[in-house]
């Protein structure tokens, strides 16, 4: 750090003794903004330069000054390389900084030429505004820097240029940014139509392909029509567009990567993945529609009313993010994550094989785009599980082509790109909500605003489908979109009544007639009330997981991630989006404003509150949580929006542009997007060693020849010998280890709404899952079998009456294989005819308790003490122990007069017994004082445990004074008899005088 001082102060002194001798322009001429753009561009061409150097100096050995003896500090890194690298990168800085500030100097002697010039300056900053937030999270960033050092070397040079230009009088002085914004989008394009032509001959199998010609065809062409009709077009500015134009000719190609990757055999040949030809007609279709727009665009341009148009295709701008955004497409293969993957494949496939309707027999756990995968593999690739695979990418240009065209109704082409770009992992994940629900709202706004009062119908129309579109499709961030545009529904309800109260009687009709329909002769209405019954219930899914310890270490955060302050920011990042809004609706007097930008930020707010806040307490140290990504992703949706609508100064908004991407860059992920995609043209997809034909196996629905984990493969190859062994063709199981996708690789339908217990967590939800295994008398379930369970928390803590059902209803039995099933008490002779071994009653606690009992119930009991006056009421049976029980022994602690005790020494504890009659399943225990950084545990002894043993307790943090503990969540408590009695340890280390309040047993109320 001293050495760094001491570099910028030399630095400094350097530049002040360079003024003063007249060799640096006087400062006085440029004002901050100029100042900014100098040193910016100095540095990133500094850091380049100095990065270069590095790289050719790194092999030069070790050098020392003086004789080291012991043991030398540097072990991998070659410090003198690195001095070189910064002794490159000052006297380069200082280099560069001269020659930028001389240019300005010339530059800045017309004013308006100026302006053109730092606006073009400010948005070739981007890429650099991007790197420096990268930077701050990751240690390299190679790839943004080379983009940063191309678009800072082109506009300094296309600045000069048009400057030369300027002074001969070709060029007028108001088109600087118009004109430098159109050469640097055309020699950019020009690059990526050669990658679209190199990634659409790959995708026809022709390789190799010499790099250039394709960029050579299209300047020759481009010149020769300069020169053919050279008289007809004296217009620079036509010139110049005809040129982008042709840029942009390659680009559509990009489209392609979506096509079937080309294929090497292990035998040598090379083929393709068997896409369905529909895919490769709309990926033709797209191209011409991308063609037409070039030619249409192109023309438009050309109209005095749209002199200022950049002459850039929309659809150019999608096919580049397509291309960007796309991942390497691998052998079809089957996720290990049979969770996720389940829950966007199996829906499909039951709509497909067994008529299964959404919300009614299955409940989608994010709404109808959990079908999205599998009608994709069904309408590009053959329909099998392993399809999933192979439209991964086409499942992401579904949110690309949303977001981007919504986006760009209100920020504008080039910001809905940044944030279309900025997006990662979003497509299926929980940052795809907010991409539904902002892309909803921005498409009626921007009908709110095109709309003349009078015409606000169609409006009201749009409401109301958007609606149903965004529940149905994600069901909670379709709640969040509704709730949150409902005051710009009622404006817009307002507007209709006012001018047109006939059309409104009109809307109602329709609504009512239709809807009527509907419900006589269809199902919807049950749906749309399960729909709704699925948006309240599904609000409590992860209140368990609150409680239970995270997978992710508890250390520090400062020792997760590359800084442990920046990782807060981005977890609250989403303040960034709430505090304009709040600032922007507080503002007054402003003519800009209108009623209709209020009930949009409004309706940005309000959804703001719903959507975001949750994903505060949910982010992880280590990685980005899915529900860290909902704040990531409103951010990047939402930030343009807010920004940029309300500013009306070209280089004010050329700043805001530059801030947002600064933020982009901190909490997005463009280095590793960028990196991906420079992998991608001219890939070769390479046969596995193993591939695996699921009909070998009696297993159709994975697909043919598809990679699958060998132990994946054993597991469905033993739970399906199981499954044919005891239950007849008809009959299917109950999967209890959240393994989703098992029933579709089985072809058995799930017997039960909801197939994840890990999404059922409600009481109600239990309840019907409950009565679905009776009425349909499911005889089977699998209860143990490398269990998925996201955040911890087994059965027995996330369903307790599916938990507490299955064990009085059902038989547990181990298979040959060790997995754990259990069957329905009146049958279990087909267990014991088809050779499996059913234990004793001790046998069975071990058995159950190995699966369902979690001894570290890490936050859960103090979690559920603090909500004790909420679980009252679901309460019943209180025993204190206090007051009916006994002592019957402590140690290390006294109790004085007034009932408070004095804990001396270790290992102190309290022995109560439990009076005559009295179990219950919950045990409430509060305190007067609270205790921190240590833990409580709690033991028992009853008809089945006989002592006091580590395999019968519970372990709890003491962060508090009120604790609800699960004793029932055990096998060992819930199948006993009766319990005898009841050992509390405190908190080791625990020292000084406490009192109990409560030691109260509970039975939770039977609601059924």
């Not at 003896?69 to 910064?86: H, P, R």
């Not at 545990?937 to 943090?957: C, K, R, Y």
Request: glycine fraction near 6%; aromatic fraction near 14%.
């Amino acid at each position: 750090m001293l050495q760094l001082i001491l570099i910028i102060a030399l630095l400094v002194g350097f530049l002040w003794w360079g003024g003063k001798k007249e060799l640096l322009p006087q400062s006085s001429k440029f004002d901050l903004t100029t100042w900014f753009l100098a040193i910016a561009q100095s540095l990133i061409l500094s850091l380049s330069f100095g990065f270069f150097i590095w790289t050719k100096t790194e092999n030069i050995p070790q050098q020392y000054s003086d004789f080291i003896s012991g043991n030398i500090g540097f072990s991998v890194q070659n410090k003198t390389s690195d001095l070189y690298a910064l002794y490159a990168t000052v006297i380069a800085f200082t280099v560069f900084f001269i020659i930028i500030l001389k240019l300005y100097d010339k530059v800045f002697d017309n004013k308006i030429f100026s302006q053109g010039a730092v606006k073009l300056s400010l948005y070739s900053l981007v890429p650099f505004a991007i790197l420096v937030g990268q930077s701050l999270r990751m240690s390299k960033t190679i790839k943004l820097l080379a983009l940063s050092l191309f678009f800072i070397s082109l506009s300094l040079a296309i600045i000069f240029i048009l400057h030369f230009l300027y002074k001969k009088e070709y060029l007028q002085q108001d088109k600087v940014f118009i004109i430098g914004s159109k050469i640097i989008l055309g020699i950019i394009f020009l690059g990526l139509s050669e990658v679209g032509f190199s990634v659409f001959l790959s995708r026809l199998g022709f390789f190799p392909y010499t790099i250039g010609l394709f960029s050579f065809l299209i300047v020759v062409s481009y010149a020769i029509i300069l020169i053919t009709h050279k008289k007809k077009n004296k217009e620079y500015k036509r010139k110049i567009d005809l040129g982008v134009a042709f840029s942009q000719l390659g680009i559509p190609l990009l489209f392609f990567i979506l096509a079937s990757p080309p294929v090497l055999l292990k035998n040598g040949v090379q083929t393709f993945f068997p896409y369905n030809p529909i895919l490769y007609i709309f990926l033709y279709c797209l191209s011409l529609i991308s063609l037409v727009s070039i030619y249409k665009n192109f023309k438009v341009g050309q109209r005095a009313e749209k002199r200022n148009s950049l002459s850039v295709s929309p659809w150019m701008l999608i096919a580049i993010l397509v291309y960007i955004q796309s991942s390497r497409v691998g052998w079809p293969s089957i996720s290990l994550d049979e969770y996720h993957s389940g829950e966007f494949y199996l829906p499909w496939w039951l709509f497909q094989h067994f008529d299964y309707l959404p919300f009614l027999d299955y409940q989608p756990a994010r709404g109808l785009v959990n079908y999205i995968p599998g009608f994709l593999s069904q309408l590009f690739y053959d329909g099998t599980f392993s399809g999933q695979s192979m439209v991964q990418n086409h499942f992401v240009t579904l949110y690309l082509f949303l977001a981007f065209f919504s986006l760009r109704l209100i920020a504008g082409d080039f910001l809905a790109f940044l944030s279309v770009f900025s997006l990662f992992s979003f497509a299926g994940s929980s940052a795809g909500g907010p991409i539904v629900a902002i892309s909803s709202l921005v498409i009626l706004f921007a009908s709110v605003s095109k709309n003349s009062d009078r015409d606000f119908i169609k409006s009201l129309w749009l409401w109301v489908g958007l609606s149903f579109f965004v529940v149905f499709f994600m069901v909670a961030e379709g709640g969040v979109f509704v709730l949150g545009t409902l005051p710009l529904g009622v404006y817009i309800l307002f507007k209709v009544y006012h001018y047109s109260k006939k059309k409104l009687l009109i809307f109602f009709g329709i609504i009512i007639f239709v809807g009527g329909i509907l419900a006589l002769t269809t199902d919807t209405t049950h749906i749309i009330i399960s729909l709704i019954r699925y948006l309240i219930e599904q609000s409590g899914v992860n209140d368990v997981a609150h409680g239970i310890i995270w997978q992710y270490p508890s250390s520090s955060i400062n020792t997760s991630v590359t800084s442990g302050y920046l990782w807060q920011f981005v977890r609250f990042s989403w303040l960034l989006l709430i505090i304009p809004i709040v600032v922007l609706l507080s503002k007054k007097g402003d003519n800009l404003w209108r009623k209709k930008d209020v009930f949009f930020l409004i309706a940005l707010f309000i959804m703001s509150i719903l959507i975001i806040p949750r994903a505060a307490g949910r982010i992880d140290a280590t990685t980005y949580s899915r529900p860290g990504e909902i704040s990531i992703g409103f951010i990047l949706c939402g930030l343009p929006l807010v920004a940029l609508h309300f500013v009306k100064n070209h280089i004010h908004k050329a700043k805001i542009v530059l801030g947002i991407a600064l933020i982009f860059g901190l909490i997005g992920n463009q280095e590793v997007t960028l990196s991906r995609a420079l992998r991608l043209h001219q890939y070769v997809a390479d046969e596995p060693s193993s591939i695996v034909s699921g009909s070998t196996h009696k297993l159709e629905n994975i697909g043919e020849e598809v990679v699958m984990d060998n132990d994946q493969l054993l597991r469905q190859t033993n739970i399906k010998g199981v499954l044919d062994g005891i239950l007849l063709h008809q009959e299917t199981y109950y999967d209890v280890t959240n393994h989703n996708a098992d029933y579709g690789f089985q072809g058995k339908p799930n017997p039960v709404v909801d197939t994840a217990f890990y999404n059922a967590p409600t009481e109600q939800q239990q309840l019907r899952t409950i009565e679905e295994l009776q009425t349909k008398s499911i005889h089977l379930a699998l209860v143990d079998s490398n269990n998925i369970l996201h955040d911890g928390g087994p059965l027995s803590l996330r369903s307790f009456w599916v938990y507490r059902f299955l064990l009085n209803s059902y038989t547990p039995f181990i298979d040959h294989n060790g997995y754990t099933w259990m069957i329905l008490k009146s049958k279990t002779n087909r267990a014991t005819s088809s050779g499996f071994h059913l234990g004793s009653k001790n046998e069975e606690v071990d058995l159950l308790s190995d699966i369902f009992w979690q001894k570290d119930l890490a936050g859960l009991p103090a979690s559920w003490g603090q909500s004790i006056k909420h679980l009252d009421q679901k309460t019943e049976n209180p025993v204190n122990l206090l007051v009916t029980g006994k002592i019957l022994d402590t140690h290390n602690m006294t109790q004085d007069s007034n009932n408070e005790w004095n804990v001396i020494g270790k290992n102190h504890y309290i022995i109560l017994e439990i009076p005559a009659g009295a179990k219950g399943d919950m045990l409430y225990l509060e305190t007067d004082r609270n205790i921190e950084k240590h833990s409580y545990q709690v033991f028992w002894i009853n008809d089945i445990v006989p002592t006091f043993a580590e395999e019968n307790s519970f372990v709890f943090e003491a962060n508090g004074t009120q604790f609800m503990v699960p004793l029932s969540a055990a096998p060992s408590w819930e199948l006993s008899e009766m319990v005898t009695q009841i050992k509390i340890n405190l908190p080791k280390n625990f020292s000084g005088k406490i009192h109990f309040n409560k030691i109260i047993l509970y039975d939770r109320t039977d609601i059924r």
